[in-house]
Nanobody, 118 residues
Framework: QVQLVESGGGLVQAGGSLRLSCVVS????????MGWYRQAPGKQRELVAT?????NYADVVEGRFTISRDNAKNTVYLQMDSLKPEDTAVYYC??????????????WGQGTLVTVSS
């Protein structure tokens, strides 16, 4: 069974940067598409970025966030620059099974909280 341990969140001022990490077990990130997701207070979880043989980003983070992976460490990263208050959320990583991911993903990690102050 997949296990996901996210870290790297914290409190940062608008315009600042954070780097999130996600140590994955039970899934080999080299052979599976992975994604970062986030859930803001009172909102549904949303997809932020994906990495496979490609990288793709939600419009709201395009040009500011960078997803990457270290196959040797089986770890996925999210570099977040030029942070905005609206980026405040709990961030999660998980597999990316496609556009119907809300129907397929059942196991989640604890997430890591990112708070951006104005």
């Amino acid at each position: 069974q997949v296990q996901l341990v996210e870290s790297g969140g914290g409190l940062v001022q608008a315009g600042g940067s954070l780097r999130l990490s996600c140590v994955v077990s039970g899934v080999v990130v080299r052979f599976n598409a992975m994604g970062w997701y986030r859930q803001a207070p009172g909102k549904q979880r949303e997809l932020v970025a994906t990495v496979g043989s490609w990288t793709n980003y939600a419009d709201v983070v395009e040009g500011r966030f960078t997803i990457s992976r270290d196959n040797a460490k089986n770890t996925v990263y999210l570099q977040m620059d030029s942070l905005k208050p609206e980026d405040t959320a709990v961030y999660y990583c998980n597999e990316f099974p496609g556009t119907h991911w809300p129907e397929y993903l059942e196991v989640w990690g604890q997430g890591t909280l990112v708070t951006v102050s104005s």
